[in-house]
């Protein structure tokens, strides 16, 4: 499955409401302990992001502080248990835009021989 990629998102401009073009990406797979997620648009705005389990139940939330036209940002997913979750991004006119499917995966522990 494709962690980037590119969506259309509704936004109010000088010249009245436009579709503008954003450009998304998730690393690193396999997510264990974060999901990085960075989103390029022409034009500043603001976007919303939520994390969502199985039960369409939010477990995490992201939104930034300012509009910008370049977000960054690590979710930490470490306590969540491993399974099927959803990135839902919304636009600047808070309807969802994108929604990502992902695989939070377990933590493998290494076993170390002592001889």
Known sequence: ????????????????????NVNYSLSTP????SVNMQMNTPDPMMM????????SETVMNWMPSQKSNRYGHSFDISNLSAGTYKMEIYGPDSKIAKTINFQKQAETSQIHSGN
Do not use: D, R
């Open 1 to 20: 499955m494709p962690y980037s990629g590119s969506f259309y998102v509704v936004a109010n401009t000088a010249k009245g409401q436009e579709q503008i």
């Open 30 to 33: 396999p997510f264990v302990n």
């Open 48 to 55: 919303m992001v939520k994390i969502l389990n199985l039960n």
